[in-house]
């Protein structure tokens, strides 16, 4: 790839993985990159570096535009290993005179990395340093998302390097936000939130208040992950404040794993309840659907209804792993329900309530459990059940 140049002296020099599917559990169809940005001024410095699998498209990249023992400073705003693994292979090359990075990721590169000797120096929380005609200011964005992360602010450009916040894993040739399509950027944006940042909801609430209250002027965000925010950062920064209140629209989601289509049954019957209302609806089969885009569409819910049939006294394994994925992600502020078939114990509805009581879901249903194979009545329940579920969705919601 070339190195287009953001800003004035400013270089993206990442690298593009076209490939990868999975991120620790987060299914990643589009690819993704690993944004690192080169800035030469009177010092040279690199802000970031990538996994360690494509070390040598970042190198390559550097040398297109110096030579790496030009580069005086090293930034490392995020520790985690899709941005550090190339770590010390990258301070061995360009021996850099400091490298920078927050209190917390000095502890962090020390816990990875046992550097014996490398130049690191902890900043705080809005320290600046000079590069010659530009200047860095640190802002420490402590569990978002790891403790060490931070953001770089070049202030003369209003450039905001923004670690993995505003990222997207998608991989593309283009490098702006403008280049690519307009749904496809944002819903991949969603996905992210959703998947990596839903549980520091609070926190972003906090973060995007201080931007504002510091008056910070922002007229580039250049993330870790995917395109860079130079058109849209509007949209981008009320869709964080949007996603980080976590209100909801009037939609539902009934999400469903099923053994003999007993529980599909009723799922379908309460989906039809729900559309009588006129809410939104959307039927979820765990089967067909990657955790991480089923919690891109809880990101957005208002009601969550969980259907299961029991199996050995529990739940369905994916219904299991799926509530173990959710519950991690905290998500918060929504109408809970659940339902399922069962034979002889029926465990699986009992289980799920309890899995939303404890992410404090408004449950606003017992639980409705059908024996075997639900019959005529049972599935005019399931739909009554569904009716008071999107009345409950539009009482809760305003559109
Ligand atoms: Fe992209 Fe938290 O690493």
Known sequence: MNTPEIKDKIFWVGAIDWNVRDFHGYSTYKGTTYNSFLVKDEKIALFDTVKKSHMNELVHHIRQLVEPTDIDYLIVNHVEMDHSGSLPEIVELIKPEKIFCSKMGLKAIEEHFHPADWPLEAVDNGQTISLGSKTVQFLETRMLHWPDSMFSYLQEDKLLISSDAFGQH?????RFDDQIDFSELMEQTAKYYANILTLYSPLIRKLLAKVKEMGLEIDMIAPDHGVIWRSHINDVLNAYAD?????????????????????????KAITTGIDMTGVSVKLINLAQSHRSDVMTDVLNAKAVILGC??????????????????RGLKPTNKIGAAFGSFGWSGEAVKLMNA????MKFDIIEPGMRVKYV????????????????????IAQTQE
């Open 170 to 174: 998608l991989a593309s040739s283009e």
């Open 243 to 267: 996603w980080s209140q976590n209100k909801g629209k009037r939609k539902a989601l009934v999400i469903y794993d099923t053994m003999w289509a007993s529980t599909e049954k009723m799922a």
């Open 309 to 326: 049939a029991t199996l050995n006294n529990g739940m369905l394994p994916r219904m299991a792993g799926f509530l173990m994925y959710m």
């Open 355 to 358: 899995a939303m009581e404890e």
């Open 374 to 393: 639900p019959n005529h009545t049972d599935l005019q329940e399931c739909v009554e059940m569904g009716r008071r579920i999107g009345q409950a969705v």
